[in-house]
């Protein structure tokens, strides 16, 4: 077992939450990475997440060898396809959409990635990726081409849970969506959390300090701040 995942499931054990920041590298200007990497480096973040569902510049590398040099923490590829993939990153998680049906995103983007992946050193970590309906489209529904699980649907969404956990993959990833209006229910991550033994993961539309407190308490392992941090480099010293 490698690093990344085998620290995930040690703090899952000690019931030690954790923080991903999810930088998005169209969003990033390199002008000013010191400002941004000196307020990663004074956040509680344990896990920097890189991607978005477009990635048009070509910044990927060279913002990761920077964040690299200065940072200390895990950086992990969350690709919208397989052209967000660098040999600099530590990890990828390997995502499957399978709250969706388009096989494109189930198993074809996957198989493409392979002779990329092949010639790398990343830590490959299968992830089952649930997109769930958030008040409005969002950027994976309309890049996936593919239906958000319904929010009031618990049982359905626990089962794609389990099934994807029966597939093999080693994380759940709940998904309300990037600057989603409404997080995933906390009902809904009680209920995916008690039915599965693999760590679990929820970002989309959390917004401060007290919704990643509300989201651990249902049982979230792992929570992803991306828009927050990227309106607001203080986000992490406001108080709840
Ligand atoms: C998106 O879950 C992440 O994939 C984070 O979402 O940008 O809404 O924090 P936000």
Known sequence: ?????????????????????????DKIDLNTIETLIEKINQ????????????VENNILDQLIIRLKENIDLPLVLFPG???????????ILFLSL????????????????????NQMDLEVIST??????????????????????????????????????MLGNKLIYLEAGS????????????????????PLIVGGGIIDLYGIQKAYDAGAD??????????????FNTSI
Do not use: C, W
């Open 1 to 25: 077992m490698t690093n990344i995942y085998k620290h995930i499931l040690q703090s899952k054990v000690e019931n030690q939450k954790l923080l991903a920041i999810l930088l998005d590298p």
């Open 43 to 54: 956040s509680p973040a344990t896990h920097i997440f890189i991607g978005g569902s477009t």
């Open 81 to 91: 396809n397989p052209s967000q993939i660098s040999a600099h990153a530590d990890g």
């Open 98 to 117: 399978i709250s969706g049906r388009n096989p494109d995103y189930l198993i074809d983007h996957q198989v493409n990635a392979v002779s990329i992946l």
């Open 128 to 165: 089952g990726y649930i997109l769930i309906e958030s008040g409005t489209q969002t950027a994976v529904e309309r890049v996936s081409q593919t239906k958000p699980l319904d929010r009031n649907n618990i049982n359905y969404v626990v089962h794609t849970a389990q099934a994807g956990e």
């Open 179 to 198: 600057g989603a209006k409404q997080a995933v229910p906390l009902e809904m991550i009680k209920k995916v959390a008690n039915n599965i033994e693999i």
């Open 222 to 235: 792992l929570v992803v701040i991306g828009t927050a941090f990227e309106n607001d480099v203080n986000f």
